[in-house]
């Protein structure tokens, strides 16, 4: 049987100073505690932070990389130096648009005038090709007056040598036409014969030559044909000069009709 003892007041002190000790211990537990741990916690919220920024760079960029990848939408380098497919390639002035495109060239049929349209670098091998294979036959007729070249092309079709080529006539015609002298070595500008020079053009027996040789033989060469053929060719004749060479290729051209039969 267990008897339950009165506790002495030495024995109250003792459990009264573990009490207290105890509870201090608490406090100083509560007290510490909130200096080390609630700096982990704000060091947390700071790297998940941190973390966010970092998440939200990456998906910007990752948007940026697929922007990049999906058809080319991000512009070019500081280091570009414009050496895409397009370099090097005649500017346009009409919205990107070819010479031939655009609002102003007369609404006509070309026939095979219309290879006026072919890419630059096709008339520039047309040219080539024209001077390489000039010979001593070509260099003679196209030396000839305007009257003396029609009646060669009507009277004695089968004697004659010239460039039967729209592709090549016109790549000729072109290139008078921004030099204003001879494209062909050995060729001077012969006289106009019978036919008005008022727009005082040296070069109008060539011009006529190879815009009347190009044309279609049975479609008539009119002022809108030749203002149109020049224009896209991106050299135009206008005007008063546009009708006298207009004149001068309809007479090529029937002489082109008369021999060819």
């Known amino acids: 049987m267990l008897t339950r003892t009165q506790p002495t007041s030495s024995q109250l002190f003792k459990r009264l100073a573990v009490v207290v000790a105890v509870g201090m211990g ?3 537990i509560a007290s510490v505690v909130p ?7 704000a060091q947390s919220d700071n790297a998940k932070q941190q973390q966010g920024a970092s998440g939200n760079a990456g998906a910007q960029t990752g948007q940026g990389n697929q922007g990049a990848n ?12 414009g050496q895409g497919p397009q370099a090097g390639a005649p500017s346009s002035t009409g919205g990107g648009k070819p010479v031939w495109a655009q609002e102003g060239i007369p609404e006509t049929d070309l026939g095979r005038l219309s290879v006026a349209r072919s ?10 090709e024209a001077l390489d294979t000039q010979t001593n036959s070509i260099t003679s007729f196209y030396n000839l007056s305007l009257e003396d070249a029609i009646d060669e092309l009507s009277l004695n079709w089968d ?9 090549q006539s016109l790549a000729l015609l072109e290139e008078t036409l921004k030099t204003s002298i001879s494209p062909l070595p050995g060729v001077t500008s012969g006289s106009v014969g019978d ?9 109008l027996t060539l011009e006529a030559l190879f815009l009347g040789v190009a044309s279609d033989k049975e479609m008539s060469i009119t002022t809108d044909t030749v203002i149109a053929v020049t224009t896209i060719l991106g050299y135009p004749v206008t005007g008063t000069a546009a009708e006298e060479l207009a004149a001068a290729a309809e007479a090529v051209r029937i002489a082109v009709l008369a021999g060819h039969g």
Do not use: C, K, M, R
């Open 35 to 41: 200096i080390f741990v609630q700096p982990a916690y």
């Open 70 to 81: 999906a058809g080319g939408q991000a512009g070019p380098g500081v280091d570009s130096e």
């Open 119 to 128: 890419p630059q670098h096709v008339l520039d091998q047309a040219l080539q």
């Open 195 to 203: 036919f008005d020079n008022t727009a005082n053009n040296t070069n």
């Open 159 to 167: 004697n004659v040598t010239i460039y039967d080529s729209p592709l």
């Open 26 to 28: 608490a406090f100083a």
